[in-house]
């Protein structure tokens, strides 16, 4: 099983609806939680991060999480084209200070 | 505050041949990551850095990779006698060490803009 996890995709969202992004994990010890935005041939960037459970808003974006279920998740709101990209969740191991990527989800929004 | 600089952002060389990378972390940041992302995957982690102390490396890392960070500063990662396996983007990334308890800034990983090897 993998650490992290998300489906690949691709996901294809209309302009102004609602994106939903998926992520589960296996360490239940992991407490920090992250979601990055990599456009196609660049580097990923951090779009948001939460560590309790509940949701966290930014703006368009909500990232979700419960710890009993180890599952993370990101709403994108009034979906632009310019979110198309691919989005990669990660999770900090317990015990150790590095970040496992899930292997994203590719998003494509249609004008 | 430039950001996170890697160097050379394109490699092509032949199979058998050594390549080294450099990455130049934002300044103030404690903590410097290496990572490897092929085409469709999301990025693996290779090892990290606490100032120049080497605290993990993956078992990804194997003894034909070797990464340095000799001041605390700037870090290589070179590879040794390449195969076309080592294709790859090769990401830098740092971060800062954050305070005792708090989550602000730690963990939160800046990555520069990769290295892309091609081996032929």
């Known amino acids: 099983q993998k650490e992290v996890e998300q489906n690949s995709g691709p996901l294809s969202v209309p302009e102004g609806a609602i994106a939903s992004l998926n992520c589960t994990y296996s360490?239940?010890?992991?407490?920090?939680f992250f979601w990055y935005r990599q456009y196609s041939g660049k580097s990923p960037e951090l779009i948001m991060s939460?560590?309790?459970?509940g949701d966290k808003e930014d703006g368009r974006f909500t990232a979700q999480l419960n710890k009993a279920s180890q599952y993370v998740s990101l709403l994108i709101r009034d979906s632009q084209p310019s979110d198309s990209a691919t989005y990669l969740c990660?999770?900090?191991?317990?015990?150790?200070?590095?970040?496992?990527f899930g292997q994203g989800t590719r998003l494509t929004i249609n004008p | 505050d430039t950001g996170v600089s890697q160097d050379p952002r394109h490699k092509i060389t032949k199979r058998g041949q050594n390549v080294t990378f450099r990455c130049d972390p934002i300044?103030?940041?404690?903590?410097l990551y290496w990572y490897r992302q092929t085409l469709g995957q999301g990025p693996e982690f290779l090892t990290y850095?606490?100032?120049?102390?080497?605290?993990?490396k993956s078992r990804l890392l194997s003894d034909r990779f070797s990464a340095e960070r000799p001041k605390g500063s700037f870090s290589t990662l070179e590879i040794q006698r390449t195969e076309q396996g080592d294709s790859a983007m090769y990401l830098c990334a740092s971060s800062p060490l954050g305070t005792s308890g708090s989550h602000t800034g730690a963990n939160v990983l800046t990555f520069g803009a990769g290295s892309r090897l091609t081996v032929l």
């Open positions: 300044s103030e940041h404690n903590r």
């Open positions: 990660a999770a900090l191991i317990q015990g150790a200070q590095k970040l496992v």
């Open positions: 850095f606490q100032n120049e102390a080497q605290l993990e």
């Open positions: 939460i560590y309790s459970n």
């Open positions: 360490d239940r010890g992991s407490q920090s």
